[in-house]
């Protein structure tokens, strides 16, 4: 049982979904019931065969479709989720130097597996305070230029361009995990974008996607001929072999493939990137002008550009603790509302992935508001 006080919301506060956690994060019903009704065909099914595999092929075109990938774009996922691709990248992407922009939790670990790696140089760490962003510059020492699309940590997102200046040779790599599917990306701005499925894509961990330019399978390819040691697992030229014959290296989720098809199903047949950037600039929307509007409340994010319009982060005054607000939330059935940890603020954290109703972000204000008039 917890210490705060019983505050029971009536009806008309209650989201129709209370589930706003940033991951793993709300999983549309319809996509279990969708799953359900495959019963026999594909959960215990063998990954080799051509059931699992049009499963891969489906979620390879349409991640193609969803981003408007080029024709010579490639998709390739594997397992181990975003984390084990900081490691695919140390070992297969970055030549000699990287350069970080290291602005909460998310993007420092990236930087932190390049400074580990025996066999690179020290990466250059570009930091910011928690609640903005730093900005790359060109360093014609740097091979791999590292940024984080949405940090998930703060709420802070960036847009998406390639450093002004950089070499032709340079890669662009950009961790888009909990940014992927809900803000806009243009596929010339980067050369990796690397994502997990338990965010936007309202399927569950353990896989991790990458788009990849030319360039980037180029230096892949390069890099595996150059003698260098390299696990199998986190072998990137491997991946792309078996992404090419629509399988995994080795035994991937079936439960997190089928819903992540189901989901790009949903995203595509209502307008793709339109349709879903669209639901959470309205979430976005309503979010940050209560926010603003509150006697009690504030955006983290002081610059409204830095914004994240997927992961909201709301700053309480000293007079109300957000962690009783969180605790009532969630006594009503409304969870994950919780701020990230290590920030150490007085604050909620609300996802607003394209799953979650922008009517039910409307609904959670109201309820917020309802529990800090109760708890006075
Ligand atoms: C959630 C998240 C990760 C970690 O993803 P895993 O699949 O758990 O490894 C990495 N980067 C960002 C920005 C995230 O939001």
């Known amino acids: 049982m917890s210490d705060v006080p019983k505050i029971e919301l009536s009806k008309d506060l209650l989201p129709t979904d209370g589930r706003f956690g940033c991951g793993p994060s709300k999983v549309r019903l319809d996509t279990l019931t969708n799953l359900y009704n495959t019963k026999d065909s594909i959960l215990g099914t063998s990954h080799r065969q051509p059931t699992v595999k049009n499963l891969v092929a489906s979620v390879r075109k349409g991640l193609k479709e969803l981003f408007s990938l080029p024709e010579d774009y490639e998709v390739v996922l594997g397992n181990g989720g975003a984390t084990a691709f900081w490691d695919i990248a140390t070992f297969c992407l970055i ?6 922009l290291d602005f909460g939790e998310f993007s420092s670990k990236f930087a932190k597996a390049a400074k580990q790696a025996p066999h690179l140089k020290d990466p250059e760490v570009i930091k910011s305070e928690p609640g903005t962003h730093p900005v790359s ?30 070499s032709q040779d340079s890669l662009v790599a950009v961790d888009a995990t909990s940014g992927a599917g809900g803000l806009t990306v243009a596929s010339e701005e980067f050369d990796v974008y690397y994502f997990a499925p338990q965010k936007c894509f309202g399927s569950d961990g353990g896989l991790w996607m990458a788009l990849m330019s030319p360039k980037a399978v180029e230096r892949t390819m390069k890099i595996s001929e150059s003698g260098r040691f390299i696990p199998a697992f986190f072998d990137l030229k491997v991946a792309i072999e078996n992404s090419r014959l629509e399988q995994t290296y080795n035994t991937p989720s079936l439960t997190t493939l089928y819903m992540l098809n189901d989901q790009l199903e949903w995203m595509l047949n209502n307008g793709g990137m339109a349709f879903t950037t669209g639901r959470c600039d309205k979430s976005a929307q309503i979010i940050y002008s209560w926010a603003e509007k509150s006697a009690y409340a504030e955006p983290f994010v002081s610059n ?16 109300i603790d957000a962690m009783s607000i969180a605790k009532i939330l969630r006594n009503n059935g409304i969870v994950d509302t919780e701020p990230y940890r290590k920030l150490g603020r007085n604050q909620l954290r609300i996802a607003m992935f394209p799953s979650v109703e922008p009517d039910d972000i409307e609904v959670l204000t109201k309820a917020i508001d309802f529990i800090v008039e109760n708890l006075k």
Do not use: C
């Not at 030549?95 to 970080?100: A, C, P, V, Y």
């Not at 740097?142 to 002004?164: F, K, Q, W």
């Open 304 to 319: 409204a550009s830095q914004r994240s319009h997927v992961v909201a982060t709301i700053d309480f005054n000293d007079q």
């Open 95 to 100: 030549d000699s130097k990287s350069q970080h």
């Open 137 to 166: 510059y060109s360093n014609s020492e740097v091979d791999l230029y590292a940024l984080t699309h949405n940090e998930t940590s703060t709420g802070v997102s960036m847009e998406i361009v390639r450093p002004s200046g950089i």
